[in-house]
């Protein structure tokens, strides 16, 4: 529509009526949401676009493809977009991710995410994992100052699982062992008193001074002050490493050590686990293998980190363009 006339309809439009008006809304939704997520992609992606085969970032522009703008690598030749390789490259109907992002963001269920965006359920269930992925990866680079690490055990779960590695447990049930087993997934969490937070699922069974090498010695800066429960492996970890240790022994009921030093707890992590569980109890069961994927909703969630749609895909996309 030429510039006069879209002026003359636009100036029309406090004429409508109220039907007439939601019937417009609903008319332009659909393109207006295809509209966000594509001005997004692009936005993102032109702040580090880049070759996936060669990371070269000189690039002609080369056409457009389902929507999205292609580029050719002017080093290697190889044509690409902006969500290239992603977990996001081959998702189709973008119109409604924002609708899909904005039930994420409200923790619905698959049902209710797929009804309300209008989506069959296993497109809902797909892309709750392929949009997660960014939240998952989202991580601080350092925990800083005085950090609280804690473990927290959930029963292992091949839910959806098409073969079982073990028999199953008759209603999702309870261990066969009482206390920590090689039943139980074993998920460490650490915060920093600036709410930064870190998660990972480090392995079956009791935390080892190994798990906390990989997961946990990567992210802190060596002049923490770190405070746990009195778990020994905590101790041989931070003795190996010459980090500040402090530990309170829950198990006595003691929560915070010294009364001279309250900053001494791990009432913050604790916490922390206690509002994952309670979240979780809306999915009714996750199986072990996305877990990773549930911390990383929980962690964008918690502390009203992530508020809106847009920073949800935000991450999506960067992630993937830092792990190109
Ligand atoms: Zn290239």
């Known amino acids: 529509m030429r510039a006069p006339q879209f002026k003359q309809w636009f100036a029309k439009l406090p004429a409508l009526n109220v039907p007439q008006r939601i019937q417009t809304l ?7 949401g295809l509209d966000r997520v594509i001005s997004l992609i692009d936005q993102v992606g032109a702040l580090m676009r880049r070759c996936p085969r060669c990371a070269c970032n000189r690039y002609h522009r080369h056409g457009q493809a389902n929507g999205l703008q292609r580029y050719r690598c002017r080093a290697c030749g190889r044509t690409y977009n902006d969500l290239s390789g992603s977990p996001l490259a081959r998702l189709r109907l973008r119109d409604k991710w924002f609708d899909y992002l904005g039930a994420v963001l409200d923790s619905t269920s698959v049902r209710a995410a797929a009804s309300r965006v209008g989506v069959h359920r296993n497109t809902a269930f797909r892309w709750r994992h392929r949009f997660l992925q960014g939240p998952r990866h989202d991580r601080p680079e350092r925990l800083d100052g005085i950090v609280e690490a804690d473990e927290m055990f959930m029963l292992e779960s091949q839910k959806g699982a098409r073969k079982l590695e073990r028999p199953a447990r008759k209603r999702g049930g309870r261990a066969s062992r009482r206390g920590i087993s090689r039943e139980l ?3 460490l969490v650490a915060c920093d008193r600036s ?4 998660d990972a699922v480090v392995g079956r069974g009791a935390l080892t001074v190994a798990q906390l090498d990989r997961h946990l010695l990567p992210k802190l800066n060596r002049q923490v002050l770190l405070v746990s429960d009195s778990h020994a492996a905590y101790r041989s970890f931070a003795r190996k490493h010459g980090i500040a240790h402090e530990a309170v022994n829950l198990r006595a009921g003691i929560r915070v050590r010294r009364a001279s030093t309250s900053a001494i707890h791990v009432q ?4 922390y686990h206690q509002r994952f569980r309670q979240w979780l109890r809306r999915f009714h069961g996750v199986a072990s293998r996305y877990l990773p994927n549930y911390l990383g909703w929980r962690r964008a969630l918690d502390g009203g980190r992530v508020t809106s749609a ?3 895909l935000r991450i999506a996309i960067k992630v993937i363009h830092s792990e190109r």
């Not at 709410?195 to 870190?198: E, K």
């Not at 913050?268 to 916490?271: C, F, L, S, Y």
């Open 26 to 32: 609903a008319a332009l939704h659909p393109a207006a």
């Open 185 to 187: 997934d074993c998920i």
């Open 195 to 198: 709410n930064r937070t870190i």
């Open 268 to 271: 913050n992590v604790n916490a």
């Open 310 to 312: 847009e920073q949800l």
